[in-house]
């Protein structure tokens, strides 16, 4: 009997020294990609024009853009307003990075009743980021260019293809970062 407990006694301690050697040490960190998204952070205001597609009319619009990091330091969180040809509009969207598919990701959801998810590289100062979606019954690919001018300016052009056709260039805005306030 004594030996039965004695060998229970060592095969718990190998197994608690194991199961300690192979525990996680403390939460995951952001990786260095994540970094390239700090440009994001800050107030952007943001003006350009819409050109007609589909159902969408064109015109001029304007935006403000306010963005943080996120608790943890996955995430990018933008808190957006617009005001446009269609009426004023509100979304949340988050940036981050996978690591498995080695490329950033777009998530925006509007109070409109959209939901877009788009995958982006970044060379250099150039952002490219693509997503599909539907518009009624056609299948519409998104490109979205956006370049960082400096560190308070940058150029955005969407562009769409709907069934595979020619892409046509929908939108084009300058965005330009407000100064942080100072100690009131």
């Excluded at 690591?99 to 109070?111: A, D, G, I, L, Q």
């Excluded at 997503?131 to 001018?149: L, P």
């Excluded at 260039?169 to 970062?177: F, I, P, Q, R």
């Amino acid at each position: 009997m004594k030996r039965t407990t004695l060998l229970l006694a060592v095969c718990t301690m190998f197994l608690a020294t194991s199961l300690r050697a192979q525990a996680p040490q403390g939460p995951p960190k952001p990786g260095p990609e994540l970094k390239k998204l700090d440009y994001n952070i800050g107030t952007w205001n943001v003006k350009g024009e819409a050109k007609p597609f589909g159902p969408m009319p064109g015109g001029k619009f304007a935006s403000t853009e306010k963005c943080e990091w996120y608790s943890g330091g996955f995430f990018v969180m933008c808190h957006s307003q617009v005001t446009g040809t269609m009426g004023p509009a509100k979304s949340v969207s988050f940036l981050g990075y996978d690591p498995n598919e080695k490329v950033y990701t777009y998530h925006e959801f509007t109070s409109t009743g959209e939901a877009i998810d788009s995958k982006g590289t970044v060379n250099g100062d150039t952002w490219n980021w693509t997503a599909e979606s539907k518009m009624g019954d056609a299948k519409v690919s998104v490109r979205v260019t956006i370049k960082e001018v400096s560190k308070t300016e940058y150029t955005f052009k969407l562009e769409m293809s709907q069934n595979g056709g020619e892409f046509s260039v929908v939108e084009e805005a300058t965005g330009h970062k407000m100064a942080a306030a100072g100690p009131g």
